[in-house]
């Protein structure tokens, strides 16, 4: 491949076209340099960061997890909830200090965070050692930035919005299991929920360079691959065509690669076609994450979810019934403005009657700008940590019910690593995304084993190989 010199790439970036064409910008200029990134939330933002680390290594960074040691510091920041934005407002204290004895440290702030105008203008008036400010839609145009040596801040959060890139140079950071991107954005505008302001409108991508990039992993050996977006059933809704999200997990599963899941569904756009394309290929796994959000018909109005409390219960018994043996985890909000006790009781009901397998729950944190954001928030903070608490004994009880089934039976594991707590242990997952701690060693790592569940907690299990 012929790659730019440094002054190609300069050259290039006068013409932001010609750069997003050039995407493989290699330079030596920051050879014997180190990076640090910290990524915060969800696994979208995980998989963004194996892009910007692309970037950055093809720019001759090398990557360190000592902060000390870092020429470069990137931040890949969440605005999902409040405590996201005072996560970072408090390392960028600390790198300030750095900064101070490091003059020549580049700090650079990314990800959903900045895309809210009222962050992006905090960072400029008082954040000015932040050397680069970029969005969720400009990931690519890092590299141009940090080429640009005359900026002293450079704030871009806009640039080019609403982009699908393709031919990425992603440094993942798994060798077995891999993120695949099928969509950006989201069109649902739940009204707590900041996500459609920070990412945008639904973009899919088209579904031969999806299918491209998990050829190509498999080829690479990878084992699992991880369909994503924030609502993966509203693939292709944007599209000219008439290919939607079953179509494309069945041409997915057809590939062969080992294990394919996909993360977030909505129950609106939950199909019959996907329930049947999961219950039919071996490689599809059995597990599904299916955001509940409130169990009160009341509030799920409010949210704007588009769907009952009965609605999401007739549609867990219909994937619960089809597809044998399958995993359903969730994720809960308590504390919504005007959720009464009566409504809280409503999510407890659902929790009981569907038991599932797992859920992430939270106190509801008002988002500026969002609809919901104008709803007077009546409900006490202690109110609502008691509900939270409530909610997640209840949780907590019904995934260790869950676990307890496993013991005795053969699973396969697919092994992601060494245990962190023991040397002598891996631990890997099931179809089901049960984390199982097995007695083993490194040569295990990176295969799908066989292996007998002796023991169950609340979240993981014990097994022995087979
Ligand atoms: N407050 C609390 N939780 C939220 N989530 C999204 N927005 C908010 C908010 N404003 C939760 C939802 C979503 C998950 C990713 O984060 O449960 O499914
Ligand atoms: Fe947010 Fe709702 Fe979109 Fe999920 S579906 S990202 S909760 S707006």
Redesign the pocket.
């Known amino acids: 491949m012929n790659l730019p010199n440094i002054n190609e790439a300069k050259i290039r970036t006068n013409n932001k076209v010609e750069y997003l064409e050039a995407k493989n910008i290699k330079s030596t200029k920051f050879i014997n340099k180190y990076y640090y990134i910290r990524t915060y939330g969800c696994q979208m933002n995980v998989h963004d960061s194996e892009e910007i680390k692309g970037i950055l290594e093809n720019l001759g960074f090398r990557e360190t997890n000592d902060l000390e040691q870092a020429h470069i510091v990137v931040l890949n920041t969440c605005a999902?909830r409040e405590n996201a934005h005072d996560k970072v407002f408090g390392f960028l204290g600390r790198l300030k200090h750095l900064k101070r004895e490091k003059p020549d440290l580049m700090i650079c702030i990314g990800g959903c965070m900045p895309q809210e105008e009222s962050v992006a203008n905090t960072l400029k008036e008082k954040y000015p050692f932040v050397n680069i400010v970029f969005g969720t839609h400009n990931i690519n145009d890092l590299g141009e930035m940090i080429l640009d040596e005359r900026a002293q801040q450079q704030i871009d959060v806009y640039s080019i919005e609403g982009n699908v890139y393709e031919h990425m140079d992603y440094v993942r950071d798994s060798k077995i299991t891999a993120w695949v991107n099928i969509m950006y954005g989201?069109?649902?505008?739940?009204t707590?929920?900041?996500?459609?302001f920070t990412?945008g409108k639904q973009r899919s991508r088209k579904k031969e360079d999806i299918l491209r990039e998990i050829l190509d992993l498999k080829e690479q050996g990878y084992l699992e691959v991880t369909l994503l977006g924030?609502?993966v059933n509203a693939y292709g809704k944007d599209l000219d065509c008439n290919y939607d999200f079953a179509s494309l997990l069945e041409d997915v599963a057809k590939t062969g690669i080992p294990r394919v899941r996909f993360v977030?569904s909505?129950p609106w756009d939950f199909t019959n076609d996907m329930i049947e394309v999961i219950a039919k290929y071996e490689n599809v796994m059995p597990y599904i994450h299916l955001?509940l959000?409130s169990g009160s018909t009341k509030i799920l109005k409010l949210?704007?979810?588009r769907y009952t409390k009965e609605e999401y219960i007739d549609l867990y018994t219909k994937i619960k019934n089809k597809v044998p043996n399958v995993s359903i985890t969730t994720?809960i909000i308590v504390g919504f403005p005007n959720e009464t006790n009566e409504d809280f009781l409503e999510t407890i009901d659902v929790v009981n009657k569907c038991k599932f397998d797992g859920a992430y729950t939270f106190i509801y944190s008002k988002r500026e700008g969002t609809p919901a954001a104008k709803i007077q928030d009546t409900i006490s903070l202690e109110e609502k940590e008691q509900r939270l608490y409530k909610l997640n004994e209840l949780i907590n009880a019904y995934s260790l019910e869950h676990n307890k089934e496993y013991i005795g039976k053969i699973e396969e594991v697919l092994v992601l690593g060494v245990s962190e707590k023991d040397n002598n242990k891996v631990y890997g997952y099931t179809k089901t995304m049960k984390l199982v701690n097995i007695l083993g060693s490194k040569s295990d790592i990176g295969k799908i084993i066989s292996v007998k569940i002796t023991d169950a907690k609340s979240f993981s299990l014990d097994g022995e190989k087979q």
């Open positions: 999902i989201c069109d649902k505008f739940c707590y929920c900041i996500v459609p990412r924030q609502n977030t909505h955001p959000q949210m704007g979810r994720d």
